[in-house]
């Protein structure tokens, strides 16, 4: 699998901030199909990879650029269809 990585999150003691990194990552999984849907057998992915709109709702961005970089991303690709 090949995709788009904007950057990294990081944490200070305000909230998330977003280290912009972009750059593309390759990937092979292994996958298992069980009775509720494909599930990711190995590798384990030791840093977790989150979507800009799942960034969004569920973490704490105080900075007005960091919630403008992810809100472009998400709108980048709801755009793509991804």
């Known amino acids: 699998m090949t995709y788009g990585v904007h950057g990294s999150l990081n944490q200070d003691t305000l909230g998330f901030l977003v280290e912009p990194e972009i750059r593309q990552e390759v990937d092979t ?3 298992v199909r069980t009775p ?3 599930r990711i057998a190995s590798p384990v992915l ?8 799942a960034a969004l709702k ?4 105080p900075r007005p650029r960091d919630r403008a970089v992810l809100d472009s ?3 980048s690709l709801r755009k ?3």
Not at 46 to 53: A, K, R, T, V
């Open 46 to 53: 030791d840093d977790p990879h989150l979507l800009p709109n």
């Open 73 to 75: 991303l998400g709108k």
């Open 29 to 31: 999984f292994i996958v």
């Open 80 to 82: 793509a269809g991804a």
């Open 58 to 61: 569920t973490l704490r961005f």
């Open 36 to 38: 509720f849907g494909w």
